[in-house]
Every structure is written in C-alpha cells, then in structure tokens.
C-alpha cells in the first residue's frame, strides 16, 4: 500500500504525488482511494482504487540507470521503415504508450518522432506523440529533480541525437 506524501507512477497521467486517501461511495458500497496530484497533467488530480491500484498500473517511479536506459533508446540510430497499415502502427505505439513500461513508452516516442520527419502526422499520431513524451518528462521531472520543461528539453535533445541534421522541436 503506498503512503500520503510517495511519488507514484499511472500509466495514462504520468507521475503525481499521493496527497490522501478518502473514502468514496459508490453504488452502495465504499471503497477507499488515493487522491493522486499531478502537477505535469491537464488533470489536476485523479483517484485510484486502493484494492487494485497495482493491476491498474499505479507502480513506484524509475530510478536513474532507468532514466539512462530510456536516453539510450532515444539517441540510438533508426532507420525507420513503416511497413504497418496506420491503423496496426498506431494500436502497437499506443500499446507502447499505455503498458506501464518506460522504456515501452521511450521506444514509441522514438518511433513517431522519426515517422514525423517523414511526414505530417495525423492528429492521433500527434496525440500519442506528446503523450508518449509527457509520461517520460513527468518521470524524469521528479526522479533527477529538475524542472518540467528541463526534462522536456533533455527528451528533445536525446531524440535528436538519433537523427543527422535535425531541428526540429517534438510536438
């Protein structure tokens, strides 16, 4: 069970800080949440059932070999081929996105970042885009305790590592 005050990790919001846990009814039956903050989100707080907050994705933060884990993945080279139907493309990368796994989420940034140098991207594509790239930067926000926009910033420069010539801002 995780305690009022821990930094904790949702696969859909990004990282927030557990500010209390209430008791909510609901039909007829009251059951206990955290009240999560979350301080990188157009949310500005959700609420996770204490009973099934793990199977539901809720995980502590990475640590930092984590974070050099997911640096490596976006600065290594790719030469990208799109193969897929845009729809079978978009389902793995949103798979990516929302599978509580980092380096998942690094890998799909990586993938549409490149797909976006060539060609313009689709409003779903752009969405899972700046998702992909938020649920990182929340991360790395807390864990190496530098500003939201610092870690935006340190996901920009990592991606363009893996591209010749690139200037390009991600979405």
């Keep these: ?14 990282a927030g800080i557990i500010e209390g846990i209430e008791s909510k009814k609901i039909l007829n039956t009251t059951k206990q949440f955290y009240r999560i903050i979350l301080p990188d ?4 707080e959700i609420y996770v059932p204490t009973s099934n907050a793990n199977s539901l994705g809720l995980r502590y933060l990475i640590d930092k070999e984590t974070i050099d884990e997911v640096k490596d993945i976006l600065s290594e080279k ?37 797909k976006s140098l060539q060609k313009k ?4 594509d752009k ?38 010539d690139v200037d390009k801002k991600i979405a």
Excluded at 4 to 14: A, K, M, N, S
Excluded at 121 to 124: D, R
Excluded at 146 to 154: E, F, K, T, V
């Design 127 to 164: 969405w899972l885009l700046k998702k992909s790239k938020n649920i990182i930067a929340s991360e790395i926000h807390f864990v190496e305790s530098i500003d939201y926009a610092q870690a935006l910033d340190m996901i920009d420069g990592w991606v363009k590592v893996s591209v010749v």
């Design 121 to 124: 991207l689709g409003s779903m």
């Design 78 to 114: 790719l030469q990208l081929k799109i193969e897929e139907k845009w729809k079978d493309q978009f389902k793995k990368q949103e798979e990516r996105v929302n599978s509580c796994d980092i380096t998942k989420v690094a890998h799909a940034l990586k993938f549409l970042f490149h």
């Design 1 to 14: 069970m995780y305690r009022i005050g821990e930094i904790v990790f949702h696969p859909l919001h990004g």
């Design 41 to 44: 989100s157009q949310l500005e």
